[in-house]
């Protein structure tokens, strides 16, 4: 009698186990995906990634814009998802064991952009006054032919000046309101 009680509990022993083994962990995830006006994506990629352990997991959503991950570890996964024409959208998710999730997507429309880079600088334009003038950088200074240095020399370079060669005799002249009146045209 005593071997048959043993036999029997060997027997319960290895079914529990083998029972306690074949449990898994897993949970699962689904979803559809539409653009801003309801119609349905199809072809769109859903790309799962868990940032703990850097595993992931890459779908395609069907015909009808449905996508459908089975059976995956739980865990708190960035799912983001995209699609030829859409901007791409991320959501993060806790997926826990043995609750189904349900994730729908929204995708919104993506404008093309393209990126002209311009090496010069911007020229600016003056559409409040008459006024001329320019900015002229150390580079341009050091490399105009000038003869001393003349300051004079330097703001004929500018659009709109006349050098004539007479240093002051005309501004000299001129009235206090005469100046006020040149500054301000």
């Known amino acids: 009698m005593k071997r048959f009680l043993w ?7 290895l079914t529990t186990a ?3 083994l074949g449990q898994t962990a897993t949970t699962s995830l689904r979803g559809v995906i539409k653009d801003p006006s309801g119609a349905l994506v199809p072809g ?7 940032r703990a352990n850097g595993t992931s997991y890459t779908a395609s959503a ?10 995956i570890p739980p865990a708190r996964y960035t799912i983001t998802v995209s699609a030829p024409g859409f901007g791409d959208q991320s959501k993060v998710a806790e997926l826990l064991v043995n609750q189904p999730a349900t994730i729908d997507f929204t995708l919104t429309v ?6 002209v880079d311009v090496s010069s600088t911007a020229q600016t334009l003056n559409t409040t006054d008459a006024t001329l003038g320019d900015s002229i950088g150390n580079q341009q200074i050091q490399a105009l032919p000038m003869d001393g240095r003349d300051p004079m020399a330097l703001l004929s370079s500018q659009p709109g000046v006349l050098y004539l060669g007479e240093t002051g005799s005309a501004i000299d002249k001129m009235s206090p309101q005469d100046t006020d009146s040149r500054q301000g045209a």
């Not at 769109?44 to 868990?50: E, F, G, I, Y």
């Not at 993506?110 to 990126?115: D, G, H, K």
Request: aromatic fraction near 12%; glycine fraction near 10%.
């Open 7 to 13: 036999g029997w509990a060997l027997i319960c022993a």
């Open 18 to 20: 083998t029972l306690a």
């Open 44 to 50: 769109a990629t859903v790309k799962m990634v868990d």
């Open 62 to 71: 069907g015909s009808t814009g449905f996508y459908v991950f089975p059976q």
């Open 110 to 115: 993506q404008a093309s952009t393209v990126t």
